[in-house]
């Protein structure tokens, strides 16, 4: 059984309430049951966690070091975070960054990340969705023993 990490970052706990007309009225507890519920019915397991704290999120990443694959919305901390980039270095755990919204048609410091040339690939603008497209991707990959 593999494990994937679900890790979003600061504000996420208030989907379904905050900016709907960015990010929709999906809740982060409905993210979550979906993304394990696409886990679970391929064998595996899934670890969430969500924080509004950087040093928080990267003690998260340290503690799970061991996981097989990390889907990451690190919110403003994709466009700020050197730390949490050099925390995913150290775990060396092949991760898609995940938006919700698509950052590069919004204001420019959104374009920028920190994460985007280490990740395996990113997913912008799709919605919620795009963490389950992100789960499909793991898990076929998984599959594939890549
Ligand atoms: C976000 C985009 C970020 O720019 C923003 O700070 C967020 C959410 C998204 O999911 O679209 O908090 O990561």
């Given at each position: 059984m593999a494990t994937i990490?679900?890790?979003?970052g600061p504000n996420l706990n208030t989907l379904?309430?905050?900016e709907p007309s960015i990010y929709g009225a999906t809740t982060l507890k409905q993210i979550e049951k979906a993304v394990g519920d696409l886990a679970r019915e391929a064998g595996h397991q899934v670890q969430c966690f969500q924080s509004n704290s950087e040093g928080d999120m990267v003690d998260w990443?340290?503690?799970h070091n061991k996981a097989d694959f990390l889907l990451i919305n690190a919110g403003a901390y994709t466009h700020t975070s050197v730390a949490l980039?050099?925390?995913?270095?150290?775990i060396k755990i092949p991760f898609i960054e995940i938006h919700i919204s698509n950052v590069h048609a919004r204001e420019a410091f959104r374009g920028k990340s920190y994460l985007a040339d280490i990740?395996?690939?990113i997913i912008s603008g799709l919605g919620p969705m795009?963490?389950?497209l992100a789960t499909?991707?793991?898990?076929?990959?998984?599959k594939?023993?890549?």
């Open positions: 990490l679900l890790l979003n379904g309430q905050r990443l340290h503690k980039r050099d925390a995913i270095l150290a990740a395996v690939g795009g963490y389950e499909s991707y793991a898990l076929d990959k998984l594939s023993g890549a």
